[in-house]
């Protein structure tokens, strides 16, 4: 496994623990404001970043 993959791995479940920490934050209900839905999506297009290295990488 190459060194990209291995931090765009990482960095995955970093962005993956940013979004349980919202929902943690909004439970039990999960309902979002509008910070918290600007965070997620964020961090969504982030992750989607990362994973699109990892399938590159590990293709």
């Known amino acids: 496994m190459s060194r990209r993959a291995v931090d765009a791995l990482f960095q995955a479940l970093y962005l993956l623990t940013d979004i349980r920490f919202i929902l943690r934050e909004t439970a039990p209900v999960h309902e979002l404001d509008d910070d918290q839905r600007v965070r997620a999506g964020m961090a969504i297009e982030k992750l989607k970043k990362q ?8 293709s």
């Open 51 to 58: 994973v699109t290295i990892l399938e590159e990488e590990l």
